[in-house]
């Protein structure tokens, strides 16, 4: 068992039961992840059969999406087995995960799994065998919501993705995103962790659609969300004709607006919600980054919009293992933060440990904050390991936070956790 997860490890990591009890299950049942990896081949974008190769479906042809119940009971009993490869499953029971309405039709795992930091190198780099494996993983934990986009290292993450989670599509819901130019030009002129060039364009959309479609292997997306689109691209009738004629053809079931890439975009994310009723959303929120997210919240409630929460620990600050000695590897996108922020989260940090107690981590505690609020339907952590699937697949088994936890957070939130900026806020984190 990694040492993060034992009695007298790091501050906020002493919640060892539930760790231990996912652990368990993983280690001694038979799941996906126990099937080994397929090899995904990186294909060129050209290559992937633009415009052509995707099933066109009547809505009433989609497969239901299973319930945690269902799934829980189908585990149990063995039936319907699972088949990968030709080969019979028998997935493992999951007691801990529960789950909500991301749309009215679509039930989701309040935990799930966002695959860019396995796929993208943004957070290390993994083989293609790890990062199946690790999906699959996380099928294994309960996990049943996948998050991901056709710009994630030009489609491989689409990819891989789709080839970890074919033996079970009937079971998970897949969302993934679009909007930006992935063509071999603008991927050739970007440099580092640049953002793209958006393309919304009505011809490109359409390519894009049937594109992650193919890599995916699907015939059906579940959620397809506009990859941090600005007002013009909200404003755009045509656009939303189109994906309004999407889920008519049962290419989709649902769109939604995923804002980013970085923290904000309030008016855009508010815009979105009241003149276009997105019924699904993505935006960073966490205990120590609540702004804009609250005033979102708030209008997700008077418009039904469900909300995806990414980042739910700061980039892994409410995860309690960071210090301000920490040394981010080369290619983790941490290392381009000012250190101010190392610095005063980790302080801010210190201040929560009211929060853990025997049974919940500091990472589980981040996760039942976000998902106390009615208009959360899932969460996307920063899933870069086994240690983290089972730590916050886990938090679903954890108490929920009571009214005092809550409003000591909001008192703390309030007052900047104590912690006085420092006069430096732009110095890298590893400079």
């Known amino acids: ?59 009433s042809s989609h497969a239901p999406v299973r319930s945690g119940a269902h799934l829980r009971r189908r585990r149990r009993e063995g039936i319907d087995p699972i088949r990968l490869g030709g080969n019979a499953i028998a997935t493992q029971e ?38 199946i494996d690790l999906h699959r993983t996380a099928f294994d934990a309960g996990i049943t919501f996948f998050d991901t986009a056709d710009a994630y290292a030009e489609g491989y993450a689409e990819q891989v993705l789709g080839r970890a989670l074919a033996g079970v ?55 397809w969300q506009l990859h941090n689109p600005r007002m013009g691209h909200i404003d755009d009738d045509a656009l939303f004709a189109f994906l309004d004629e999407a889920c008519a053809a049962g290419k989709i079931r649902a769109f939604g607006v995923a804002l980013g890439p970085k923290i904000g975009w309030l008016e855009e994310g508010v815009h979105a919600m009241r003149t276009r009723r997105v019924p699904a959303m993505q935006m960073i929120y966490n205990l120590l980054e609540q702004s804009p997210g609250r005033e979102l919240l708030d209008v997700a409630a008077e418009t039904g919009t469900q909300m995806v929460v990414r980042v739910p620990h700061s980039s892994g600050m409410l995860e309690g293992n960071l210090t301000a000695d920490t040394v981010f590897g080369k290619t983790d996108h941490r290392r381009h933060r000012a250190r101010s922020w190392l610095i005063e989260g980790v302080q801010k940090v210190a201040t929560l440990d009211f929060l853990t107690e025997p049974g919940r981590t500091l ?41 005092d ?27």
């Open 363 to 403: 990472g589980q505690a981040a996760l039942r904050w976000v998902l106390a609020h009615d208009h959360v339907a899932t969460t996307l952590p920063n899933i870069y390991g086994r240690e983290q699937i089972v730590e916050f697949a886990g938090a679903s088994d954890t108490p929920d936070l009571t009214a």
């Open 1 to 59: 068992m990694n040492s993060a997860f034992v009695e007298g490890g790091p501050p906020g990591l002493r919640g060892t039961q539930v760790v231990r009890d996912v652990e368990h299950r993983l280690e001694h049942g038979v799941g996906l992840a126990q099937r080994g990896a397929d090899t995904v081949e990186r294909q060129p974008v050209g290559s992937v059969g633009v415009g052509s190769a995707s099933v066109a479906m009547t809505p």
């Open 169 to 223: 599509r009937d079971e998970v819901v897949i969302a993934t995103k679009f909007g930006y130019d992935i063509s071999d030009a603008s991927t050739a002129n970007r440099r580092g962790q640049q953002e793209r060039a958006k393309d919304f364009s009505l011809d490109t959309v359409r390519d894009a659609l049937d594109a992650s479609l193919t890599r995916l292997g699907v015939d059906h997306i579940d959620v």
């Open 94 to 131: 999951s007691n801990v995960m529960r789950y909500r309405q991301l749309t009215p039709d679509i039930e989701v795992s309040e935990v799930g799994f966002g695959n860019w930091t396995v796929t993208t190198g943004w957070w290390g780099d993994y083989t293609e065998a790890e990062a």
């Open 405 to 431: 936890e809550l409003a000591r957070v909001a008192e703390l939130y309030a007052d900047n956790f104590g912690v006085t900026p420092l006069a430096d806020q732009t110095t890298k984190v590893n400079a």
